[in-house]
């Protein structure tokens, strides 16, 4: 909370910005394939006016291609602030894509949620950990994909660390799951590697 409360999180946020897109654009020029990078966005570097001016920055000095960058807010974040819209809509106009995280902890109102300019959610783990065929989770994880699929957002289901859970997202349609039942995390060395991996064998 200090490094929030001090401003230290916008030297830090952008050193992790550099750092992942530098990352990312790296595997671009090998044999790895072209994999998009996320990257969490804090409250108070989503406040701050030169949010938007450093991806850019970060962007042109890296050379990654602004559309494999993803950046991720908190739903909180994006129906609590009454500048969201437009900080948003500036983000994505650099090209990158924008994506609700934790989604369906905040209750969010669907009216609002439809003026937000942003392209994927993601589904609380809370929702998808411990799911079981005709239980209510799994209830809320459909209905939360019937909604997205109606406002054309990609959905991913986090948190999935069995394979159960992976069939029943699978099962209610998301687009895309990640959790320890899909692989643990890794260093960039090691990613790279299963990157390297996945391509020589054709996959």
């Not at 897109?21 to 030169?50: H, K, M, Y």
């Not at 970060?58 to 960058?69: A, I, K, Q």
């Not at 799951?177 to 391509?199: D, H, I, R, V």
Request: charged fraction near 20%.
């Amino acid at each position: 909370m200090a490094v929030e409360q001090t401003g230290l999180i916008l030297p830090i946020g952008k050193w992790v910005f550099e750092t992942a897109c530098g990352w990312a654009a790296q595997l671009d020029s090998t044999e790895s394939g072209a994999p998009s990078v996320s990257v969490n966005i804090s409250p108070r570097q989503f406040r701050d006016a030169g949010l938007a001016e450093d991806v850019g920055q970060v962007l042109e000095s890296t050379g990654l291609d602004p559309s494999r960058l993803h950046l991720e807010i908190t739903e909180s974040m994006a129906l609590t602030s009454d500048f969201t819209a437009a900080a948003l809509t500036t983000l994505r106009g650099l090209g990158v894509r924008v994506a609700i995280d934790d989604f369906g902890t905040g209750y969010a109102a669907l009216s609002r949620l439809q003026e937000l300019p942003v392209d994927i959610v993601k589904i609380d783990s809370s929702f998808v950990h411990g799911v079981e065929s005709g239980s209510v989770n799994e209830a809320i994880v459909q209905a939360i994909v019937r909604m997205a699929r109606a406002l054309d957002f990609y959905v991913i289901a986090e948190g999935v660390e069995t394979e159960l859970e992976l069939d029943i997202v699978r099962q209610s349609n998301c687009d895309a799951a990640q959790g320890y039942y899909l692989g643990a995390p890794l260093s960039p060395k090691e990613l790279g590697e299963k990157l390297a991996g996945f391509n020589s064998e054709g996959g």
